[in-house]
């Protein structure tokens, strides 16, 4: 073939493509004008190129330091939500605090999860994050009334303080401390052991690696061939579904009844009084709870450490209040308990503002079940939302001076439950363990501030595919 043949044949192709596009648009612009719902406008906003969409731009800007910067551009042209093409699909796209409450706080008559391909296989088809109805609110509710028992804070408080302490030992002022990998090692043992009473040791060991390999594919290409990062991730999960359905069987085999005190969520889940949940479904829900104890949670806390580290006025205030508890602990003879830390109200605005700033979460996705219409906008049946939270949590318009990190702003408490606060969801979704989350990042920070000072390194923070430090935040320490 010559050039030319080679150009023309390029230009029929893009033609096509461009056509065929165009034919899908207007058939479901046609679908749409019969249904007397939408006669409202789908947002305003561009679907951008045939089958890609604005998917390049979005990610991107994801990369950036700013990844708002892409809904920014189009917050103003369209407004505060618009119309998109990003990850396969159509989508409606949410920066408006009102919008986001509504998508939240729908059941699956309206939304469902939709995430992309390589997530959904890894998590499976029966993880909480991807069921609907009646079982997702068993699971959430079980799971969640676990979370919040005083039996499981104390668990956790013991275990964190422990592990917190035995890895502060070791700390040396002669080399830098990685406060993400310290954070991580920590959080991922104290939720395993919630979730399978596994103590540290080989096993623990065994999870931590295949739990690493598992979570690189996440948010990999949906390709499921040997060698491909999906496939090496999928492989890591079968590894660990199998350690964790021998100790369902093995608690099985003990024949568990159902009033026995849960000390772990395996035991939850095999207690439902409702109905014989599968050992299939227990490992995925179990496996995919380790995720914020090797992510969410450590990364909040090493979020908080960057931002206090920038913010001396912050860690002296968060210092003195840690400093006064500990004293006043001391003189009683008491150990802390995970009320005391959770009564640390500048910590707990510490922790509050490293939410809002540090959006670990930056927003959720749905799919509509049928035509849906809020505020004036309406979302066609099959078409993704994308909540953004980031964009709320950063709008000047909802906080003053966005970009800074402030964590007296929240000493109007009811900020925290308002609608443009909402780092851990809402509605029927609301994270169950957003109480764990704070109770750990408040332990590992009372012990850090109490024992140590410290010269942070510079780092920058990275936010795709998902929020971690750069250089994994090293600290000089020196012992109090
Ligand atoms: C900083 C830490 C955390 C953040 C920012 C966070 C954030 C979130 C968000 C935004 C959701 C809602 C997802 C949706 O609506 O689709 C969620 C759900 C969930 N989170 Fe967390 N989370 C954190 C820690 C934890 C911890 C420690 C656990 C304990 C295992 C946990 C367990 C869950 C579960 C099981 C769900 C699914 C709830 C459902 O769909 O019914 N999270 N989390």
Redesign the pocket.
Known sequence: MDNASILLTAAILFCAIVFCYKVIVMSSRRSRDKNPLLQLEVPPGSLGWPFIGETIEFISSAYSDRPETFMNKRRHIYGKVFKSHIFGSPTVVSTDAEVTKFI?QSDAKTFV?SYPKSLTELMGKTS??L?NGSL??R??GL??SF?KSPQLKAQITRDMQKYVQQSMECWRDDHPILIQDEAKNI?FQV?VK??ISLDPGKGMEFLKKQFQEFILGLMSLPINVPGSRLHRSLQAKKRMSKLVKNIIKSKRDKGLIISTVAQD?VDVLLNDPHEQLTDDLIAD?VI??????ED??P??ITLAVKYLSDCPAALQQLTEENMKLKRSKAKLGEQLNWNDYLSLSFTQDVITET?RMGN??I????KATRDVEIKGHSIPKGWCVLAY?RSVHLDETNYEWPYQFYPWRWQHKEMVTSSNF?????????????D???L??SIFLHHLVTQFSWKAEDDTVVNFPTVRLKRRMPIWVERR
């Open positions: 939240l999860p909480i994050l069921i997702q609110r699971i959430h799971v969640g979370f959080a939720l919630a979730l969520v829900n995919d709870m380790m995720i914020p104890g969410s949670v990364v909040l939410l670990i979460i927003g959720v996705m749905r939270f909402t780092p851990f969801g809402g509605g029927q979704r609301l994270c169950p363990g957003l764990l989350a704070r750990e990042a």
